[in-house]
């Protein structure tokens, strides 16, 4: 690439310069692993109703961090290291235009290629820095193929996971319920609190994410921030729900915690920790196909594939989740 076309990227360099006030909070979180403030110096020079310039920029990295999920924070840093130590061995500026090559010489399949370009995509544009060179690349990987999956987490069965949650102690049973009723992922069921559940009946739960994560969202007033839960475990839900008493978070077991459990496991070793949301998607589309009375956008909306879907049929990601492909071809009604 002409230095010309690097542009305002350019001014990004090793020592964490960035576009804008924010972009360089940004910076800090991804390259530092303390998460240290800015511009310590700062502090000793400059005063503002009483706070320091450098404790402004630290409460702003903290919001930063909190407006991302944990996971999400440690991906995207441990990409940015991967390019930071591969530009500066190279004498090379952190732009992305440098980060178009750092994904290209990366000895990856397209799949990874294209997920390594909407990290650093994604770090960049929240810096302020265009990173339309990284967005063009994602582009071209994904008509190369590259939005198809090498592998995918196996679906498990209702039957499975009950039999292997009704063997476990409370806080994991009702972790594994809550999360197969409601489609979730276990990172969005083990952090609800007491407060989350709202008992209306033995046959009716509520569940309020509130501002707690749930997909990519944390505004309390997203549609699928709530999901209604009746019909089969309703009941043991419940008794499990009052017998918690006061709990933050539901469980302490982690997703990978999970996986672990049940790679030791010769029934369960299969499966993964996604493969509960899988699982039950694809629950959901057969229910559908077999004729049950609920709308089949609903189904997308509350596996958090999409959050305002009024499409009377299934959403992309939707489709991708599910593996009966006679039961998908019928809810897409293919054939009217």
């Given amino acids: 690439f002409p230095a010309s076309s690097l542009g305002v990227a350019d001014v990004l360099k090793p020592s964490a310069r960035a576009a804008s006030v924010i972009g360089q909070a940004i910076h800090e979180l991804v390259a530092s692993k303390a998460g240290v403030g800015i511009s310590r110096a700062l502090a000793a020079r400059h005063k503002e109703n009483g706070v320091s310039v450098a404790e402004a920029h630290r409460r702003l990295q903290q919001a930063v961090g909190r407006a991302w999920a944990s996971s999400t924070v440690d991906d995207r840093r441990n990409m940015w290291r991967r390019f930071q130590a591969w530009a500066s061995g190279r004498g090379l500026g952190l732009n992305p235009d440098v980060a178009v090559l750092f994904v290209v010489a990366t000895s990856v399949e397209p799949q990874g290629m294209l997920g390594y370009s909407r990290l650093l995509s994604a770090v960049f544009g929240h810096m302020g820095v265009d990173s339309k060179p990284l967005k063009v690349l994602a582009s071209v990987l994904r008509g190369d193929g590259a939005s198809i999956p090498l592998s995918q987490a196996e679906g498990i069965p209702r039957e499975t996971l009950i039999s292997w949650a009704r063997r476990q102690v409370p806080h994991l049973r009702l972790a594994a319920f809550v999360a197969w009723k409601t489609a979730s992922r276990w990172a969005e069921v083990r952090l609800l609190t007491r407060p989350c559940f709202v008992l209306v009946s033995t046959t009716e739960v509520i569940i309020d994410w509130g501002t707690l994560p749930k997909g990519r969202s944390r505004n309390p007033y997203c549609l699928s921030k709530t999901a209604v839960i009746r019909g089969a475990l309703t009941e043991e839900i419940a008794a499990l729900v009052r017998g918690a ?4 978070p539901l469980t302490p077991v982690t997703t990978s915690q999970l996986d672990g459990m049940w790679a030791r496991e010769p029934r369960m070793c299969r499966y993964s920790a996604h493969s509960i949301k899988r699982g039950a998607v694809d629950h959901l589309v057969c229910a559908k196909a077999a004729g049950a009375p609920f709308p089949e956008h609903l189904i997308s909306r509350l596996a958090k594939h ?28 293919t054939a009217e």
């Fill in 306 to 333: 999409t959050t305002d879907n009024v499409d009377p049929t299934l959403a992309q990601m939707t489709v991708r989740y599910t593996s009966d492909v006679v039961a998908l071809a019928r809810v897409l009604r």
């Fill in 245 to 248: 008493g006061n709990f933050s």
